[in-house]
């Protein structure tokens, strides 16, 4: 009599699963961590979809400690935060996003 085995398998898990192992190999390979301030609010939607590091509550806003992977990765990223995030860290960065800013200024200004 032949013996069957059913095996279950969850999409969600697999991908949960999936999703763990790549950031911790992008952690292991690439480190880019960035110092932004937001509110409470943001912090939580940023903590469901970043890789923090540290979260520091100050009063109605919190600092969080995030890894970028990179400088590239940090400058795309970047910029879809604006008006939602302040970038503190590092210098570099935060210089990026004020010509950016001031770009998008001179063109739709």
Not at 15 to 33: D, G, I, N, S
Not at 63 to 74: C, F, G, I
Not at 89 to 108: A, C, D, H, S, W
Request: charged content about 25%; aromatic content about 12%.
């Amino acid at each position: 009599m032949p013996i069957f085995i059913i095996h279950y398998f969850s999409l969600e898990y697999h991908w949960m699963r999936q999703e763990t192992a790549f950031k911790q190999l992008c952690t292991e390979k690439e480190y880019y961590p960035v110092l932004i301030r937001t509110n409470k609010k943001q912090a939580g939607i940023i903590a469901k979809r970043m890789d923090i590091i540290q979260s520091v509550q100050e009063g109605s806003h919190c600092t969080l400690t995030v890894n970028m992977y990179s400088y590239e990765a940090a400058c795309r990223d970047a910029m879809d935060w604006i008006g939602r995030v302040e970038v503190v860290e590092p210098v570099t960065l935060r210089q990026f996003v004020k010509e950016e800013i001031n770009r998008l200024q001179r063109i739709y200004g």
